[in-house]
């Protein structure tokens, strides 16, 4: 607008002015920018000649504007209250005319706010330091401001004048290396994001020059070198010759461990100690101790160690020792206790000795120096001395008799036991006595009035049991007992407890032991029941000793008649054998080694009785085929049990030459009598009845037998042809049956009578009837080997009829050459034209097949019309289930047979595989492909398709459930991360329940997605951006950053059109800062994310050794250097500050000091090239 409207200004003067003889003023502004509000001077030349000057301004939105006229100055101060940019030009005018100066801009806009106050509680970490140290500087933002705010640091240095050091956002900041002395003076400028800066007050530093580092002290002694336990030592030093200021001082102690082999104790004794002198008191660790003077600066600048030592031994000094009690009662306990002293720390042992009645013995001990008492129970009447020694680790021990603690007992009944307790035999066998004895306690006599318990402890008579301990005898009066008769293996303890006036003393003990081979015999062993009949058992009954109370295992032994060995035997147990058994009892302990009793030497006998059915007969002993027998028997005589009967049968074999069959015929009948028949097996046949007991145990077998000798076999049943017509010379065919129990070996002759004949003639089979009409067959049956046994001639007939209709035809030996297939597979069917038919014949073929689906019926069709061979193929098969295949022979004029048929069965563990159709060749992340699949062309079964996707770094996910009945084999998927992906799919028969499926791994697909790495950069006036294969367009925006680009700030893109898949842009045309981006469109719905921003301006210089410009929009820039073989495009290119962090703050004053300066720049960083100084080559800065 602003160039189209001075075209039009000049031509308008162009017309009003023939000539232009006045040359054209030169126009300036104060100020380019500015706030609204305030005012720009214009200023100007005066061409020579000029009479006046005209004044002209475009304001924003508005028309040019003569605002003076006929003004005669050279300036003109212009108020200014719009916002936007406002243009001027001035004419120099004389009376030929005016003549215009070229125009000038000012850009105006609103006002900043208000800016920051000063900051508060401005501080120094301290007013003093010397040189090389360190001073933190410390403030509060100020008060009642919400904008954005950053700290401009500013110093004075001796002589120099002030400078920023440097913009933080911190409220604190570490000055560190000041090596200047003298005073340092430093300021805090709070600035918001306008440039509105206020001033902190002043604080100043004096920065001075360290003192010299200390020599070693001198004169440094100890006032003794040898020292006792708990002595004391001073010691004592001079200061250093080479510092006159003030003098700190470490004290250290290195003194031995406090046990040998432990390390010496090294401690800080005194830190910053100001005296020359001191003193350790009380001590008691044994050895060499060192004391070390350290002397100090006031910088904690320290010089040379100095050491002085002493030695500490001698006589360990003695524990305080005491007891509770002097006097105590026999029995009682008394306590001692002793410490050390508090500094004596080197570790010691304590023993405990007792000395009475002459004899000194040790009671406890050693015991750790941790241990403070002891209690001791004393059990000795009259005075016992008690001592404690204690050493320590190196053998030195106190003097214990200086120790000495006396402590007298006095007698009580509570400790009396009797005396001389004896029994008078150790080991005794099962039934013997024992005599036990003693006397009277020490001291005591008959006039005393003891009495005595006595306790008895014997083994439980149970394995694994605590032994039975129980008073016997309660205040027995004598000195002797007897105890018996014996039964308890194993060691009986007797203890004897004397009684006073209702108190006891303690327990004395004796033992002997009870052992022995063989156990007492029962006192009483018999059998309940002399006798019993097969099948039955016997019980018994014994009785042990009175005393014998032992925990044993029984065990009844059986010796069965005509055995010599013997076998175990419970209880009512049945016994089958007739005859006289003999029975023993055997019983046994349950401790180890267990014993028995002689469990021969007692035997007892009794009678098993057999069982056997009585009168066993049958009715008749000779029958003809066909007759019924009846069988009869007797319960046993005497037998009062329930009993059933088995009953067997044996009959000559049907099998000439083979021997005869026996079997059992009928199971646990209850009645005595039963029918057999009709019978049809010639010869001798045998009977036997077996009683039987309810376990299933038989008794004795009872025999008869009867005879079937009859001369006339009985007819056959269901004779019949194999169907009612037959074509004229088609053989014919019959069946028949015997009766259901028949069972002997026939030989069958055929007889016929013709149609219009009366009568009969043998007939051959296969022969072909070659006359129309009805003929009749009769069958006779012969034995084989009986062959003048035969049935009658005429009793069983069957007619047929025979006629020259085709439907009777039917092909010959249809057959298929698998039964059982699989998916795939294929069956090739055969047959034969029927052979009585001369002429030739098509064929037609149905089939019929399950449907698909689980709930229609069966498809049958037509599947081959008029085929002219006797074979054919069928397949690849993918029906499941029976195919049924029907072949129907025809004449050529169209008259058609009978259907024969025949089937095969598909059965499969597994469906076939299923198959996907290949993607493309390459893929990118956020592309969308179409997943395909099928199984096979002919495959049309009902199935559910389970697709399932691995993604990178991911399990295997299940993406969709489709039904092959309803739904397309087909998905749509878009790719999200870079990397390899697996997709399979799985098919399940609906038909079965699912539980019929194609193996899923077997159907994977791998699709490699590459990594969409759209980068963007500029270079020479162009955008460039990666190429990426199989993709619609890119998409590529722009933002106009002018006036400045901030990350909090959104940015108002617009679209640049661009052709086809370009992969560059020409920028050259564009004007001013701009930001760029660009992402890839794989369709109008499916697109990448978008790229790096690039900040571009084609009219600023590249950066090469110096920074041309440095527009900083963002916390973040990334470098590039020049010669950097570690970033490349495959792995980013650049290296990123952070301007947040205190490195990205060094690098952004670095970055803003060498723009300002106009200095050479050069950056070095931690790459494979550590250290080398590269040149920066582009800047870009980072926003997103």
Not at 98 to 111: D, H, I, N
Not at 345 to 372: C, F, M, S, W
Not at 633 to 642: A, E, H, I
Request: hydrophobic letters at 35%.
């Amino acid at each position: 607008m602003k160039i189209i409207a001075r075209i039009l200004l000049w031509l308008t003067l162009a017309t009003s002015f023939q000539s232009l003889a006045i040359g054209s003023p030169s126009l300036s502004l104060s100020t380019y920018n500015m706030y609204r509000g305030n005012t720009v001077t214009l200023s100007w030349s005066r061409p020579s000649g000029t009479q006046y000057f005209n004044l002209w301004v475009l304001k924003p939105g508005d028309s040019w504007l003569k605002f003076r006229g006929g003004y005669s100055s050279t300036s003109f101060n212009r108020y200014i209250n719009k916002s936007g940019t406002h243009t001027f030009y001035v004419e120099a005018c004389d009376a030929s005319g005016c003549s215009a100066s070229g125009s000038a801009s000012v850009t105006v806009s609103e006002p900043p706010p208000p800016g920051p106050s000063t900051v508060r509680g401005f501080s120094l970490s301290t007013s003093h330091i010397y040189t090389g140290g360190s001073v933190m500087l410390n403030w509060q933002p100020p008060s009642s401001y919400s904008g954005s705010l950053y700290y401009r640091l500013r110093t004075k240095k001796p002589g120099g004048d002030w400078f920023v050091f440097r913009d933080v956002s911190t409220t604190g900041f570490l000055r560190s290396g000041i090596n200047l002395a003298g005073t340092h003076y430093y300021q805090i400028q709070a600035c918001d994001s306008w440039g509105q800066c206020s001033y902190s007050s002043t604080l100043s530093l004096r920065v001075s020059s360290p003192p010299p580092v200390p020599n070693a002290v001198t004169g440094l002694t100890a006032s003794k070198t040898q020292l006792n336990y708990g002595d004391s030592v001073k010691v004592s030093w001079s200061k250093p010759g080479n510092i006159s200021d003030t003098t700190y001082y470490d004290v250290y102690i290195t003194k031995p461990g406090a046990q040998p082999g432990l390390p010496d104790e090294h401690f800080l004794w005194h830190d910053n100690y100001s005296a020359t002198e001191l003193t350790r008191n009380e001590i008691y660790r044994r050895g060499t101790t060192k004391i070390g003077i350290v002397p100090c600066n006031v910088l904690n600048q320290c010089g040379p160690l100095r050491e002085v030592s002493f030695t500490v031994g001698g006589t360990l000094p003695q524990p305080t020792f005491t007891r509770n009690n002097p006097v105590i009662r026999q029995g009682e306990q008394v306590t001692f206790n002793w410490s050390l002293h508090p500094y004596y720390k080197d570790a010691v042992n304590y023993t405990l000795y007792q000395h009475a009645h002459g004899v000194t013995r040790k009671i406890a001990g050693p015991l750790a120096d941790t241990e403070q008492s002891f209690t001791h129970t004393l059990t000795e009447v009259g005075i016992s001395t008690f001592y404690l020694e204690m050493c320590n680790t190196y053998g030195e021990c106190n003097d214990k008799s200086r120790t000495a603690l006396n402590v007298q007992a006095t007698p009580v009944i509570s400790l009396a036991a009797v005396d001389q307790l004896t029994v008078n035999k150790a080991n005794i066998t099962y039934g013997e006595h024992v005599s036990i004895s003693w006397q009277h306690p020490k001291g005591y006599t008959e006039t005393d009035g003891l009495v005595y318990d006595v306790y008895v402890t014997k083994p439980s008579p149970n394995p694994g049991e605590a032994d039975i301990r129980f008073l016997w005898r309660d205040n027995h009066p004598g000195l002797i007992l007897t105890r018996g008769p014996n039964y308890r293996r194993g060691t009986i303890k007797i203890e004897v407890v004397p009684c006073l006036a209702g108190q006891c003393g303690q327990s004395r003990a004796v033992s002997y032991t009870l052992s022995g081979d063989t156990l007492p015999a029962a006192t009483q062993f018999k059998v309940k029941q002399s006798s019993v009949f097969a099948g039955n058992g016997f019980d018994f009954s014994w009785q042990f000793p009175e005393f014998f109370q032992e925990a044993v295992t029984t065990q009844l032994w059986v010796k069965a008649p005509g055995a010599t060995t013997l076998s175990e035997y419970h209880s009512n147990a049945p016994l089958y054998a007739p005859g006289q058994y003999t029975f023993y009892l055997q019983y046994c302990d349950q401790k180890a080694p267990a014993i028995c009793n002689d469990h021969l030497s007692q035997p007892v006998t009794a009678t098993v009785k057999s069982i056997k059915v009585a009168n066993l007969s049958v009715d008749k002993s000779h029958i003809n085929y066909g007759d019924s027998v009846t069988i009869s028997w007797q319960k046993p005589q005497g037998y009062s049990g329930t009993l059933t009967y088995d009953v067997y049968i044996t009959k000559p074999s049907s099998e000439p030459g083979q021997p005869a069959q026996r079997f059992l015929w009928q199971r646990a009948l209850t009645e005595t009598q039963i029918i057999r028949g009709p019978n049809y097996r010639r010869g001798q046949i045998g009977v036997e009845v077996h009683p039987c007991l309810s376990d299933g145990t038989c008794g004795e077998v009872a025999t008869t037998q009867y005879t079937l000798d009859g001369s006339v076999l009985p007819d056959a049943v269901q004779f019949a042809s194999e169907k009612p017509e037959y074509y004229l010379n088609e053989p014919v065919s019959f069946s028949w049956k015997m009766p259901e129990f028949f069972k002997e070996p026939v030989s069958a002759k055929l007889w016929v009578k013709a149609p219009d004949s009366q009568t009969i003639r043998e007939f051959i089979p296969g022969t072909g009837l070659n006359q129309k009409g009805t003929y009749t067959f009769y069958l006779q049956t012969c034995l084989t080997n009986f062959s003048d046994v035969c049935s009658r001639q005429r009793s069983a007939a069957a007619s047929v009829v025979v006629s020259d209709n085709v439907a009777l035809l039917s092909v010959e030996d249809l057959s298929v050459s698998s039964t059982e297939i699989t998916y795939g597979d294929s069956v090739t069917l055969s047959w034969r034209k029927p052979a009585i038919y001369p002429q030739d014949m098509v064929y037609d073929v149905y089939i019929t097949k399950p449907s698909q689906y689980a709930d229609e019926p069966e498809q049958r069709f037509l599947w081959q019309d008029n085929y002219a061979g006797t074979s054919l193929q069928r397949g690849p098969n993918f029906r499941r289930g029976t195919i049924k295949v029907e072949v129907q022979p025809c004449t050529l004029s169209g008259q058609c047979g009978q259907l024969a048929e025949v089937a095969y069965q598909l059965t499969d563990p597994h469906l076939p595989t299923v198959v996907f159709k290949p993607l493309p060749e390459r893929v990118f992340t956020h592309q969308t492909v179409t997943l395909q699949w099928q199984v096979h062309e002919f495959f049309q079964e009902h199935v559910s398709y389970s697709l399932y996707v691995k993604a990178p770094d991911q399990p295997l996910s299940l993406l969709a459930e489709l039904d092959s009945r309803t739904d397309q084999p087909r998905f749509q998927y878009q790719f999200k991360d870079a990397g390899e992906y697996t997709f399979s799919v799985q098919a399940c028969d609906l038909k079965t329940g699912s539980t019929v499926c194609s193996q899923l791994e077997s159907s994977e697909m791998v699709a490699s997605v590459e990594p969409l790495n759209l980068t963007l950069s500029a270079e020479n006036g162009k955008l460039l951006w990666t190429n990426i294969a199989q993709i619609d367009r890119y998409m590529l925006e722009m933002a106009d950053c002018t006036q400045g680009c901030t990350s909090d700030r959104p940015l108002n893109w617009q679209n640049i059109p661009l052709s086809g898949t370009d992969t560059d842009y020409d920028v050259t045309a564009m004007t001013g800062l701009r930001a760029y981006r660009v992402k890839a469109c794989f369709s109008d719905t499916i697109c990448s994310g978008w790229s790096n921003q690039v900040l571009h301006d084609p009219g600023a210089r590249l950066l090469t050794s110096k920074i041309a410009d440095l527009r900083i929009i963002a916390a973040q820039i990334r470098v590039r250097l020049k010669g950097d073989r570690c970033k490349n495009a495959a792995n980013g290119q650049f290296w990123t500050m952070d301007l947040r962090a205190p490195a990205g703050i060094v690098s952004y004053n670095m970055l803003k000091t060498a723009y300002e300066r106009d200095l050479a720049l050069t950056l070095s960083v931690p790459t494979c090239q550590a250290g080398i100084d590269q040149p920066i080559i582009d800047l870009y800065q980072d926003y997103r």
